[in-house]
């Protein structure tokens, strides 16, 4: 069982930098691939970034390519997306996961996730 609490969101002007955390539960951290998704009012949740257990592989979403990076520290337990140069449309509720796999991650399958923060960036 892991347990996912995310941190960090807020209010940011666009072209604004937020980093948020995600703090995980357990001893096993280290063997999950980690991810970060989002969902918008009125729209489906879809993936932002994903990264391997080693943090040797990430893949991202085209709409956050060279604007987001996502990293852990497995001694930290802990999982960062830094976003940088927000736009409005990047306003949405951004939820971390886990999952053995980062493959299912990359389709949008997983078997943990957290409560969401909100980051919600003004024009």
């Known amino acids: 069982q892991v347990q996912l609490v995310e941190s960090g969101g807020g209010l940011v002007q666009a072209g604004g930098s937020l980093r948020l955390s995600c703090a995980a539960s357990?001893?096993?951290?280290?063997?999950?691939?980690m991810g970060w998704f989002r969902q918008a009012p009125g729209k489906e949740r879809e993936f932002v970034a994903v990264?391997?257990?080693?943090?040797?592989?990430?893949y991202y979403a085209d709409s956050v390519k060279g604007r987001f990076t996502i990293s852990r520290d497995n001694a930290k337990n802990t999982v960062y997306l830094q976003m940088n140069s927000l736009k409005p449309e990047d306003t949405a509720v951004y939820y971390c996961?886990?999952?053995?796999?980062?493959?299912?991650?990359?389709?949008?399958?997983?078997?943990?996730w957290g409560q969401g923060t909100q980051v919600t960036v003004s024009s």
């Open positions: 996961n886990a999952d053995k796999s980062y493959s299912r991650l990359r389709v949008g399958m997983y078997d943990y």
């Open positions: 357990g001893r096993t951290f280290g063997t999950y691939a």
């Open positions: 990264i391997s257990w080693s943090g040797g592989s990430t």
